[in-house]
């Protein structure tokens, strides 16, 4: 960072913190022409946000995040190392028995194989074989179950010769749902199912797929994955290995806008879609920054945090007095709904909005009713 951008960045922060301070105390007056007394009680800046200078370091963190994360997460590889398949209820079953081994000798026959036959597990997990009786082969693997096919007939037959296979895959099952081409279930069957496997089996997502943030839904809890990551980056920590009854959830980009507000030319929310926009984008797309009335070093990208974080938004702040910080913007990469403001004057125009945003922000939609609150001042 330049000598010029940090002494900047104190600069705002310092005029940020008096304004809220200010606030606390009663009513001011900020930009010209406009007048808002108001009272407010809030604890310091530092208590709600982060502020964050957008310097080459900041850059080189989102830079080497997919070169980190590129490989295989080893649980997943150990997960589908160990996977089997257990047989549940609705399963059908392909058992064949060869000629006993002492019954070919008798005869002076070949030993001969008899042609599999189907069986279908119940749905309390039984199943019935001839000289066996029903025996209960629900979760277990197709080994145990000609084990204890083997153990049953060792009764009547000398060594038996069992073979067990799923003819059909029928117990199982994961649900896909939201933008995908053909949302239904894809069974669980011996091969292990991974969550791109799943996607893949139906059909692939739509052009209006959300791809950064799916929801997997197991045992009633939810994670949310980044498909973009997993197919776009190579980021295989994104992928995870599926379980009967899991809920893929796809959403639909309905809400994938950033908001560029303040001294620009065309200001307004356009759409991220799924290839995401940088600082540098957003900007050019809301035709450039008003260079009669924008201050150059006040660019901020609000974020919201998430709901377990102990600060409410997270505050990037670019100072492109020197054009060649619009390469760092270039590089930064927006996120759905934050929000791009560029102001007339940090210490007045940017404090009005944090003044009144810390107190009460749940959502961007508050911050940019707050936004058109001021810029119809």
């Known amino acids: 960072m330049t000598e010029v951008m940090k002494r900047s960045t104190r600069s705002t922060l310092r005029g940020v913190s008096l304004a809220i301070m200010l606030a606390a105390l009663g009513g001011c007056a900020f930009a010209p022409g406009g007048h808002m007394d108001y009272e407010v009680e809030t604890a310091p800046l530092s208590d709600h946000v982060t502020v964050s200078p957008i310097t080459p370091a900041l850059i080189s963190s989102?830079?080497?995040?997919?070169?980190?994360?590129a490989p295989a997460d080893d649980a997943l590889v150990d997960d589908i190392k160990r996977y089997v398949y257990r047989v549940g209820g609705g399963d059908i079953l392909a058992i064949n028995l060869s000629t006993p081994l002492d019954l070919a000798q008798e005869t002076g026959v070949q030993r001969q194989t008899v042609e599999a036959l189907t069986y279908i597990v119940q749905p309390d997990g039984t199943l019935y074989y001839p000289y066996v009786g029903r025996i209960n082969v629900k979760d277990m693997t197709v080994d145990e179950v000609?084990?204890?096919?083997?153990?049953?007939l060792s009764r009547f037959i000398t060594d038996p010769q069992v073979n067990v296979s799923v003819a059909q895959f029928r117990s199982q099952r994961v649900y896909l749902s939201g933008a995908v081409r053909e949302p239904g279930f894809v069974p669980v069957t011996d091969v292990p199912l991974t969550l791109i496997d799943a996607i893949s089996a139906s059909g692939g997502v739509t052009e209006l797929a959300n791809t950064h943030d799916i929801t997997l839904t197991r045992d009633g809890h939810q994670e949310h994955l980044s498909l973009y990551q997993l197919l776009q980056q190579g980021n295989m920590r994104e992928n995870r290995l599926l379980h009967d009854g899991d809920v893929i959830n796809i959403p639909v980009a309905t809400d994938q806008n950033v908001f560029v507000l303040g001294?620009?030319?065309?200001?307004?929310?356009?759409?991220?879609?799924?290839?995401?926009?940088?600082?540098?984008?957003?900007?050019?797309?809301?035709?450039?920054?008003?260079?009669?009335?924008?201050?150059?070093?006040?660019?901020?990208?609000?974020?919201?945090n998430g709901p377990d974080a102990d600060k409410l938004a997270t505050v990037y702040v670019l100072d492109i007095s020197d054009a060649t910080s619009l390469m760092l913007g270039a590089r930064f990469p927006l996120q759905p709904r934050d929000v791009v403001y560029v102001t007339a004057a940090p210490v007045s125009r940017w404090n009005r909005v944090l003044s009144q945003l810390l107190p009460s922000v749940t959502s961007t939609g508050a911050f940019v009713s707050v936004i058109d609150d001021i810029e119809g001042d």
């Open 62 to 69: 989102y830079r080497a995040l997919p070169a980190q994360t």
């Open 146 to 152: 000609r084990a204890s096919l083997v153990r049953g």
């Open 263 to 304: 001294q620009v030319l065309k200001p307004g929310n356009m759409p991220v879609g799924n290839e995401r926009l940088s600082l540098t984008d957003a900007l050019s797309r809301a035709g450039g920054v008003d260079e009669d009335r924008a201050d150059p070093s006040g660019v901020f990208v609000v974020r919201e």
